[in-house]
């Protein structure tokens, strides 16, 4: 079974930035879409960032123009690149990949913003 671990979770001060990557445990062929969602205390597990094979992308609203998502297929990683973080972004974040009918998700890395 393929695992998904991610990294670059941690704490950063309003305004900063951070860097998350998700890698998968096997060579997976033709993923079709890698995302990444977040739960924060209390609230439902929501989508941050998606993008499909053919490189094609979806935010949430709340994080349009802060957050970039990308991908290198070759390595079966997906990135989120979190800049201008506040306190609202706060949250346990997981990384899913879509391949063959089936989704693997990673045990999720925290994401803490201060004010």
């Known amino acids: 079974q393929v695992q998904l671990v991610e990294s670059g979770g941690g704490l950063v001060q309003a305004g900063g930035s951070l860097r998350l990557s998700c890698g998968a445990s096997a060579l997976i062929f033709k993923i079709n879409a890698m995302g990444w969602y977040r739960q924060a205390p209390g609230k439902q597990r929501e989508l941050v960032a998606a993008m499909s094979s053919g490189g094609i992308t979806n935010y949430a609203d709340s994080v349009k123009g802060r957050f970039t998502i990308s991908r290198d297929n070759a390595k079966n990683t997906v990135y989120l690149q979190m800049n201008s973080l506040k306190p609202e972004d706060t949250a346990v974040y997981y990384c899913?990949?879509?391949?063959?009918?089936?989704?693997?998700w990673g045990k999720g890395t925290l994401v803490t913003v201060s004010s």
């Open positions: 899913k990949f879509s391949w063959s009918g089936m989704d693997s």
